[in-house]
């Protein structure tokens, strides 16, 4: 059972925030009146937070992963420089959005100059992230920081226990990965909202979410407080923040990167795993990342990570393969809910961005979502999730809003019984029989007479949602379901003077017209836009590769049309 709280919850949360504003240097806090200008403005990403900053951290902050690291090979950049500018721009980020939960400035400069010792000595990079500061969603645990994931009550303990000895001790494995690999952990983040932080809300317009739940570190990349993030998805925890705000993403095929020691809710549902996700500002940046991750061979730390290491045959290279053009899948809607106008837009510059290039698209008619949607939340949340319940009532802080339908009444809601689980099973595993069978039957359709590559489709139906404005998420948790690896690529902005409804636009279900019913041009303009890529199971390297191919179209498809339909 719970324990009784010792202190009001409140209390514990300002010693928290006193804690942490001690972590920022004096040099780099913002003053009360850049702060509150912040807030009056409906965007603070780009030219605003870029204006706070010196052309050295501009310089820094602005340049992709890849070229940071070619970059500190040739000896233009040292990583105490990259790690500097990134810790001071993550530190503006924190004041103006509220992102960190945990900050470690001050160890990640000294693993910086450790990097830049070993680089004078031997002449070479400890690794392929040499020097690339990362942040994280607040359930990866970090030698020297605590993890609450926004829970009060976990707050110095190590998962609401005390005395375990592992309190700031313990470190994931893709932790330890990381570290081997060059990259430096300089703060972690909180979930969408949380009683600690508040509600973090998206930079690009500042009355929308940021999306959950890995959204602060969604705000985080968009803000460029690190080179890279990394996240967890179940349900599109990954995938919606990072179409929210205008990133790329991965959320792999589970078992590809290794989950082992991360703090997680549910922590013994297997079926359906949470995989770890990651965010970037570009496609190369989520393939470095994610190869580095395989060279570590992580299976054989992990006994759940599959022992795969990165296959170059299922990448797709557009020089080499110039006479073969991959054949994709291509779904508007899935039947159920229609994408709200600047979605819509954004799927159709996709469209006609991959057929000025040469690539076929093929219209992508799969087994209901709704089937998905019967499979997702009792598989998810069959055990009335009492890990969070206990985990709330350790401090006594009010449940948020968004998970009030979790526990009604504020009240713990009783288990699934074991044989209707074991039949939602069941219909999982049918369900995925029948889309691989659908998606093996598309090579009828192909002028490659094999399978379609990958499918494009909505993340969400949204471009940025209004808080306590989120109906649909089947797009995103249909994929958790099937457990097929999916990549966001940002497309376009919603424009309220182009993004209107269709004068002719039915409704294709209840449920469409009353998501359709949320849609305001005027609350919505200015979010970023974006579409989802994904694949065939564990086919997480062509499902990448594909994407790039999708990025590099866009880009020719905007210099000669400038991204108008």
């Given at each position: 059972?719970?324990?009784?709280?010792?202190?009001?919850?409140?209390?514990?949360?300002?010693?928290?925030?006193?804690?942490?504003?001690?972590?920022?240097?004096?040099?780099?806090?913002?003053?009360?009146?850049?702060?509150?200008?912040?807030?009056?403005?409906?965007?603070?990403?780009?030219?605003?937070?870029?204006?706070?900053?010196?052309?050295?951290?501009?310089?820094?902050?602005?340049?992709?992963?890849?070229?940071?690291?070619?970059?500190?090979?040739?000896?233009?950049?040292?990583?105490?420089?990259?790690?500097?500018?990134?810790?001071?721009?993550?530190?503006?980020?924190?004041?103006?959005?509220?992102?960190?939960?945990?900050?470690?400035?001050?160890?990640?400069?000294?693993?910086?100059?450790?990097?830049?010792?070993?680089?004078?000595?031997?002449?070479?990079?400890?690794?392929?992230?040499?020097?690339?500061?990362?942040?994280?969603?607040?359930?990866?645990?970090?030698?020297?920081?605590?993890?609450?994931?926004?829970?009060?009550?976990?707050?110095?303990?190590?998962?609401?226990?005390?005395?375990?000895?592992?309190?700031?001790?313990?470190?994931?494995?893709?932790?330890?990965?990381?570290?081997?690999?060059?990259?430096?952990?300089?703060?972690?983040?909180?979930?969408?909202?949380?009683?600690?932080?508040?509600?973090?809300?998206?930079?690009?317009?500042?009355?929308?979410?940021?999306?959950?739940?890995?959204?602060?570190?969604?705000?985080?990349?968009?803000?460029?407080?690190?080179?890279?993030?990394?996240?967890?998805?179940?349900?599109?925890?990954?995938?919606?923040?990072?179409?929210?705000?205008?990133?790329?993403?991965?959320?792999?095929?589970?078992?590809?990167?290794?989950?082992?020691?991360?703090?997680?809710?549910?922590?013994?549902?297997?079926?359906?795993?949470?995989?770890?996700?990651?965010?970037?500002?570009?496609?190369?940046?989520?393939?470095?990342?994610?190869?580095?991750?395989?060279?570590?061979?992580?299976?054989?730390?992990?006994p759940n990570t599959l022992p795969i290491p990165w296959r170059v045959e299922k990448e797709y290279d557009a020089e080499k393969e110039h006479d073969y053009k991959p054949a994709f899948g291509f779904m508007a809607n899935d039947g159920v809910v229609?994408?709200?106008?600047?979605?819509?837009?954004?799927?159709?510059?996709v469209k006609r961005a991959l057929e000025e290039s040469g690539y076929q698209l093929i219209d992508w008619v799969p087994p209901s979502n709704n089937e998905s949607a019967q499979i997702h939340g009792p598989i998810a949340r069959g055990d009335g999730?009492?890990?969070?319940?206990?985990?709330?009532?350790?401090?006594?802080?009010?449940?948020?809003?968004?998970?009030?339908?979790?526990?009604?009444?504020?009240?713990?809601?009783?288990?699934?019984?074991?044989?209707?689980?074991?039949?939602?099973?069941?219909?999982?595993?049918?369900?995925?029989?029948?889309?691989?069978?659908?998606?093996?039957?598309?090579?009828?359709?192909?002028?490659?007479?094999?399978?379609?590559?990958?499918?494009?489709?909505?993340?969400?139906?949204?471009?940025?949602?209004?808080?306590?404005?989120?109906?649909?998420?089947?797009?995103?948790?249909?994929?958790?379901?099937?457990?097929?690896?999916?990549?966001?690529?940002?497309?376009?902005?919603?424009?309220?003077?182009?993004?209107?409804?269709?004068?002719?636009?039915?409704?294709?279900?209840?449920?469409?017209?009353?998501?359709?019913?949320?849609?305001?041009?005027?609350?919505?303009?200015?979010?970023?836009?974006?579409?989802?890529?994904?694949?065939?199971?564990?086919?997480?390297?062509?499902?990448?590769?594909?994407?790039?191919?999708?990025?590099?179209?866009?880009?020719?498809?905007?210099?000669?049309?400038?991204?108008?339909?």
């Amino acid at each position: 059972m719970p324990a009784h709280p010792s202190r009001p919850w409140k209390e514990v949360v300002a010693d928290k925030l006193t804690a942490d504003r001690a972590k920022i240097p004096e040099h780099w806090r913002l003053s009360a009146d850049v702060i509150a200008a912040a807030k009056t403005r409906k965007q603070i990403a780009g030219d605003f937070v870029e204006g706070l900053l010196d052309s050295e951290t501009r310089h820094v902050t602005s340049a992709d992963a890849p070229d940071l690291v070619a970059a500190i090979a040739n000896g233009s950049l040292t990583a105490v420089q990259v790690v500097t500018a990134y810790c001071k721009r993550a530190a503006f980020a924190h004041q103006l959005s509220n992102l960190l939960l945990e900050i470690g400035f001050d160890t990640a400069l000294a693993r910086a100059n450790e990097l830049d010792d070993y680089f004078k000595t031997n002449n070479k990079l400890i690794g392929p992230l040499h020097g690339l500061p990362v942040t994280l969603k607040d359930q990866f645990h970090v030698k020297s920081l605590e993890t609450s994931m926004g829970f009060v009550g976990w707050i110095g303990t190590f998962e609401g226990k005390k005395g375990t000895g592992k309190e700031k001790k313990l470190e994931s494995q893709v932790i330890r990965e990381l570290w081997s690999l060059g990259a430096i952990p300089i703060g972690k983040a909180p979930e969408t909202n949380n009683n600690i932080l508040g509600y973090t809300w998206n930079p690009y317009n500042q009355r929308l979410s940021s999306g959950g739940s890995s959204g602060g570190e969604g705000v985080m990349q968009a803000l460029r407080g690190s080179a890279f993030g990394l996240g967890t998805d179940i349900g599109g925890s990954v995938s919606m923040p990072a179409s929210f705000q205008g990133l790329f993403s991965i959320k792999p095929s589970s078992g590809r990167i290794s989950f082992r020691d991360v703090a997680n809710t549910g922590p013994g549902q297997q079926v359906m795993p949470t995989t770890v996700g990651i965010m970037s500002r570009s496609v190369g940046t989520l393939k470095l990342v994610f190869k580095s991750l395989l060279t570590t061979e992580p299976w054989l730390r992990d006994p759940n990570t599959l022992p795969i290491p990165w296959r170059v045959e299922k990448e797709y290279d557009a020089e080499k393969e110039h006479d073969y053009k991959p054949a994709f899948g291509f779904m508007a809607n899935d039947g159920v809910v229609t994408p709200h106008p600047p979605i819509s837009r954004a799927l159709g510059i996709v469209k006609r961005a991959l057929e000025e290039s040469g690539y076929q698209l093929i219209d992508w008619v799969p087994p209901s979502n709704n089937e998905s949607a019967q499979i997702h939340g009792p598989i998810a949340r069959g055990d009335g999730c009492p890990d969070a319940y206990e985990a709330i009532q350790l401090s006594g802080e009010p449940i948020v809003p968004e998970i009030d339908n979790v526990f009604p009444g504020g009240k713990l809601r009783q288990p699934m019984p074991l044989p209707e689980y074991e039949q939602v099973v069941l219909h999982m595993k049918d369900f995925r029989n029948r889309y691989n069978d659908y998606w093996m039957s598309s090579a009828q359709n192909t002028h490659t007479g094999r399978p379609v590559e990958a499918v494009i489709s909505p993340v969400t139906p949204y471009a940025g949602i209004l808080p306590g404005k989120f109906q649909y998420s089947p797009y995103t948790s249909s994929l958790n379901v099937l457990d097929l690896p999916s990549v966001v690529i940002p497309v376009t902005f919603a424009d309220k003077a182009v993004d209107k409804l269709d004068p002719n636009y039915a409704p294709l279900t209840e449920k469409d017209r009353v998501n359709m019913a949320l849609y305001d041009a005027e609350a919505h303009d200015g979010a970023p836009a974006a579409v989802q890529l994904f694949g065939r199971r564990w086919d997480d390297e062509r499902v990448l590769s594909m994407a790039q191919l999708i990025a590099d179209a866009l880009e020719k498809y905007n210099r000669k049309h400038g991204g108008q339909p």
